[in-house]
């Protein structure tokens, strides 16, 4: 299986800054992954595929890269609406595996 | 709108069997892969399984964990999907998510969840 590795688990920002949450594959994935956002009690939210492409509807705030087994999502101008949990997640083969997840706590 | 609507959850005693079923509505799902993700209380995400499209002989794949024991199926006359699980554990308490699969196989659309409880 391949797995994957987020770092770091949590961490605290102001409103404003940027942010920067790694994903690492334990083997290629070349960009066969997605970022989602997780909010408590809500159901996740897609916001980037194939490692760099914005899904509908999600704000330019949100940008992701990478390929092979290390990737990243950015958040830029943070506002209190982004502090949530955000998951990666490797479709590049079975089983599909999830990062264990990134808090992103007002700091 | 786009709306994925999961049911059946529910209290079962280990050992004991439950049906969860995702209605689909607004979108596109007979040409689509379909997933169940679940989500342990205070846990991460897990991927469960997939029921692959009729052009895909609506062949599935199962993470381990459940692998013997769920069964995923689908009728693309109802645009329904479904989760058979049988033999529950204790530690399939979840809240289980129906979850579209995009044509580049991303996850594109979210059900809001069936918390399901494995408990004596």
């Known amino acids: 299986d391949i797995q994957m590795t987020q770092s770091p688990s949590s961490l605290s920002a102001s409103v404003g800054d940027r942010v920067t949450i790694t994903c690492r594959a334990s083997q290629g994935i070349n960009n066969n992954l997605d970022w989602f956002q997780q909010k408590p009690g809500k159901a996740p939210k897609t916001l980037i595929y194939?490692?760099?492409s914005l899904q509908s509807g999600v704000p330019s705030k949100f940008s992701g890269s990478g390929s092979g087994t290390d990737f990243t999502l950015t958040i830029s101008n943070l506002q209190p609406e982004d502090f949530a949990t955000y998951y990666c997640?490797?479709?590049?083969?079975?089983?599909?595996?999830f990062g264990g997840g990134t808090k992103v706590e007002i700091k | 709108e786009v709306q994925l609507v999961e049911s059946g959850g529910g209290l079962v005693q280990p050992g004991g069997s439950l049906r969860l079923s995702c209605a689909v509505s607004?979108?596109?799902?007979?040409?689509?892969?379909m997933d169940w993700v679940r989500q342990a209380p205070g846990k991460g995400l897990e991927w469960v399984g997939r029921?692959?499209?009729?052009?895909?002989?609506?062949?599935?794949e199962y993470a381990a964990s459940v692998k013997g024991r769920f069964t995923i199926s689908r009728d693309d006359s109802k645009n329904s999907l479904h989760l058979q699980m049988d033999s529950l554990k204790t530690e399939d308490t979840a809240v289980y998510y129906c979850v579209r699969v995009g044509r580049t196989y991303y996850l594109d659309s979210w059900g809001q969840g069936a918390l399901v409880t494995v408990s004596s």
């Open positions: 029921c692959r499209d009729k052009t895909n002989s609506y062949t599935t």
């Open positions: 607004g979108i596109s799902f007979s040409d689509h892969y």
């Open positions: 194939a490692a760099s």
């Open positions: 997640r490797q479709y590049s083969s079975y089983p599909v595996t």
